[in-house]
């Protein structure tokens, strides 16, 4: 929506590519379960291709769909890339790896350091395991989640979990009072929505 704000952009080509109609590459009927995600890319009005993977969520469709669309604009069209290999990438260390996965209990890792990304990746997760009690570990580490600056998001993307433990604030010394993340003021929020933390 920011970007589309400002309005005709002359100097350069510009091609939209995103859920909703008004985009050139469309992503469209997206699911997401404990199976994996499917979804499909349509180009001009006709289908592109169908991708079935393992990745979650839709913030890494977002990111296939601009990746295989950048390839194609660059190799001369759609025609030119096909989206099969999509299906056997596996993602990035750090970015929903799986640490531990038993009966009763799985573990990921997630490099998410703004609310944004924690948001969809809680989403992600409650959807990929619906019924199970969603815990979400959060160290304020980055320069930014270290600060007050972004505490509202965090706040509301954290009260997506059933319960959370926020680690303590990295360098917290190297921050004023007054600008350093609020663990405490967070964990007293997400208490108000029924959210277990500490």
């Known amino acids: 929506d920011n970007l589309r704000a400002l309005g005709p952009l002359p100097w350069t080509r510009v091609t939209r590519v995103g859920l909703g109609a ?14 994996g995600v499917r979804f499909t890319l349509v180009w001009g ?7 079935s993977w393992a990745l979650p969520g839709i913030f ?10 950048a390839a194609a604009l660059a190799l001369g069209g759609r025609a030119q890339v096909s989206l099969a290999p999509l299906a056997r990438f596996r993602g990035v260390k750090r970015r929903q790896e799986k640490l531990v996965e038993r009966a009763g209990m799985t573990v990921i890792e997630d490099f998410g350091h703004h609310p944004t990304a924690i948001a969809e990746t809680l989403t992600s997760l409650r959807n990929r395991h619906p019924g199970a009690l969603l815990t979400a570990v959060f160290e304020p580490r980055s320069n930014t989640a270290r600060t007050k600056t972004l505490q509202a998001g965090f706040m509301r993307a954290l009260a997506l979990a059933d319960e959370v433990f926020i680690g303590a604030v ?29």
């Open 60 to 69: 890494n469709v977002r990111n296939a769909a601009m990746a295989a669309t």
């Open 45 to 51: 009005g006709e289908t592109w291709g169908e991708v």
């Open 22 to 35: 008004e985009n050139d590459v469309r992503i469209v009927n997206f699911t997401e379960d404990a199976k």
């Open 170 to 198: 990295s360098r917290a010394d190297k921050l004023r009072d007054e600008e350093r993340f609020d663990a405490e003021a967070v964990v007293q929020h997400l208490e108000t929505q029924g959210v277990h933390a500490e």
